[in-house]
């Protein structure tokens, strides 16, 4: 996508069209504005040799290259990056990058400076669709959190460490957990634990790790509230699917219950048949 915005002509920032082809007209203005290195006047009514704009220019071209590019790298290199695409990525990871930065900047004025660009460059709202039935968008939200969550090291981690507390009180042998033949869901996995009368001993030990779940489910929400306004259009979208995820996972201070005794085990359940078969 072509980078233009409210910037003058005479404008530039080194490599950024090799580097973030795709990246939104307003967000590049906004990069420009926040930097504080628009030119005032028009390149070409400007004396030879100063058209690149002086020090101040080449400083924060300098600072781009060191202190930018390296961030927005490895924030675009991040597990969730696919989940939303390149254009809303690139959103994100810039505005992460320009909190970091106002945290580091010596320019007491950064923050205003960010308030009043975002406002000025903000895109008028596209007109909107009927929304589907809150039940329904909820589903909808509900399963993307889970792809979200399931990128992470943290969840693959938790289910590991669910498996072995699984193995540890139930009939199941590590064979059989292992066994690509075997096809478990919650329910069955229910069975091996009362088998060996080992649920409510589960449920005790499980009920930090269904509290990490809890976690990485907001985080998620989080993530899909920013990046996804199509799908969780509204705060009752927000505050629906936070109550979904009181639902199905542990939160501070509270026992597991079973409900999310069987929601921590059909995530197992899933986790292990998709191990076993690969």
């Known amino acids: 996508m072509p980078a233009t915005g409210a910037a003058s002509p ?37 004396p030879p040799g100063q058209q690149h704009g002086g020090g101040l220019q080449t ?31 690139i959103v994100e990871c810039a505005l992460r990058g320009i909190s970091r930065w106002q945290q580091i900047s010596a320019d007491t004025d950064d923050a205003e400076v960010v308030s ?3 406002a000025r460059y903000r895109p008028s709202p596209a007109a909107s669709t009927l929304p589907e039935p809150m039940r329904h968008r909820i589903r909808q939200i509900t399963v993307k959190a889970n792809q979200i969550m399931r990128t992470t090291d943290a969840y693959a981690r938790t289910m590991e460490q669910t498996e072995s507390l699984l193995w540890f009180y139930s009939s199941a042998s590590r064979q059989d957990l292992a066994d690509p033949g075997q096809r478990y869901t919650a ?3 229910i069975e091996l634990l009362d088998d060996a009368l080992g649920l409510e001993s589960f449920m005790e030990e499980a009920c930090l790790l269904s509290y990490r779940l809890h976690g990485l489910a907001t985080s998620a929400g989080e993530q899909i509230y920013r990046l996804q306004p199509e799908l969780m259009r ?32 059909r995530l197992l359940a899933t986790h292990i048949n998709e191990k076993n078969s690969s």
Request: glycine share 6%; hydrophobic share 40%; proline share 5%.
């Open 116 to 118: 009043r660009s975002m």
């Open 187 to 189: 329910t069955r996995l």
């Open 59 to 89: 400083e924060a071209h300098a600072r781009w290259q060191n202190e930018w590019s390296s961030g927005m790298q490895a924030c675009l290199s991040e597990p969730w990056v696919p989940q939303f695409g390149p254009d809303r990525s």
């Open 234 to 265: 509204t705060q009752e979208d927000r505050a629906a699917f936070a109550r979904r995820v009181n639902k199905d996972f542990v939160a501070a201070d509270a026992s597991m219950n079973n409900h999310q005794a069987h929601t921590l085990l």
């Open 10 to 46: 005479s404008f530039n920032i080194p490599s950024i069209g090799q580097i973030f082809h795709a990246i939104p007209k307003a967000l590049v203005g906004f990069l420009a504005a926040f930097g504080g290195v628009s030119n005032a006047c028009d390149a070409s009514a400007r």
